[in-house]
């Protein structure tokens, strides 16, 4: 049996990420949790992702960087889920062919945002996923993103298949897919349209991901 693992940003939702504003909103809510006042050039600093500088700034202000990075992330993600809820970001209209897909093969979601994300986008959507996996909301786990594959790895071993193929909207997603041992499929998007990627299959739509496992006799 062939799995087939989905990327999330760009392939479910639309979009190739997450909007910056959403980080910029956790990191001031996370700051406000731990109670310190940083200044503007800490803060924006604290918005993006950069941890050598967040580090730096924790131990200035006197705070646990885990204990920050933890609280951003779940701010982050509450952020991002409201969003979803609300319809302010949506999804691509072929996602039905992941639900389809499942009835006939292993499918799983591996991606670079959140797990916490991933578990609700996957729950939210109604997705039968049989293995998810995000980022840990650690540092480290944030060090561990594509296209390192330790988090496609983990979650095609948590699978009873033989082999694989990794579905994702960007040169990361295959160089991961690849690194992991398993074929790579590049799925176009309104953001991706023109990029040249070296990946095992090049898809205009989810929906022919069907005709691919039928034509490599996988079911």
């Known amino acids: 049996m062939t799995a087939v693992l989905f990327d999330m940003d760009g392939v479910i939702l639309e979009g190739p990420r997450t909007h910056p504003q959403v980080y910029a909103d956790a990191a001031d809510a996370a700051l406000d949790d731990l109670g310190v006042d940083p200044t503007p050039s800490q803060r924006r600093d604290f918005r993006e992702h950069d941890h050598e500088r967040i580090r730096r700034h924790c131990r200035d202000l006197e705070i646990d960087l885990a204990q920050f990075w933890k609280q951003k992330e779940t701010h982050a993600s509450s952020g991002t889920h409201d969003r979803l809820r609300s319809g302010e970001r949506g999804t691509y209209d072929d996602i039905d062919a992941i639900h389809e897909l499942g009835e006939r093969t292993a499918i799983g979601l591996v991606t670079n945002n959140r797990h916490e994300t991933a578990e609700f986008v996957a729950d939210y959507y109604g997705f039968e996923f049989d293995v998810v996996r995000g980022r840990d909301p ?72 069907a005709s691919l496992l039928e034509s490599d006799g996988s079911s």
């Open 138 to 209: 650690t540092v480290k786990g944030y060090e561990r993103r594509k296209p390192d594959p330790s988090y496609i790895e983990e979650a095609f071993e948590a699978l009873d298949v033989t082999s694989g193929i990794y579905v994702g909207d960007s040169v990361t997603d295959v160089t991961a897919g690849h690194a992991a041992g398993l074929e790579t499929a590049f799925l176009r998007r309104p953001h991706n349209r023109e990029q040249s990627v070296d990946a095992t299959h090049d898809l205009a739509s989810l929906t022919e991901l």
